[in-house]
């Protein structure tokens, strides 16, 4: 499946939150499945930095070809409103690692 990592980023730490999303996201690869970590563009943003809205929609056109979003803990605007936009499409919505395993079961 195409699993759509969703969780802080700016946040607390966001070196933290970049390394948990990229760490998820091998979890995810090692299972069988083929993430998408929108965190990795903040090595994009490093280099051309561009405005919070224009990375949303990008990560929106994105989530909307996954199968489901592995939302992470914490709190997070953008993660809350990319829930809301898998829920309005239909895509599952998984917290954990083994509910990512059970879904694809």
């Known amino acids: 499946m195409r699993v759509y990592i969703a969780g ?4 607390g730490d966001v070196a933290v939150n ?5 760490t998820a996201g091998q979890r995810a690869l090692e299972a069988g499945h ?3 970590v929108p965190h990795l563009t903040h090595f994009w ?3 051309f930095p561009q405005g919070w809205d224009l990375w949303m929609a990008m990560d929106k056109e994105w989530l909307a070809l996954c199968d489901v979003v592995w939302r992470l803990p ?3 605007d953008g ?3 990319e829930v809301k936009l ?10 954990t690692i083994s509910e990512l395993t059970e879904l694809h079961d």
């Open 8 to 11: 802080p980023y700016t946040n």
């Open 18 to 22: 970049v390394r948990g999303a990229i």
């Open 34 to 36: 083929t993430p998408f």
């Open 45 to 47: 943003h490093l280099l």
């Open 74 to 76: 914490g709190r997070s």
């Open 79 to 81: 993660a809350d409103e």
């Open 86 to 95: 898998a829920e309005s499409l239909g895509i599952p919505v998984v917290h």
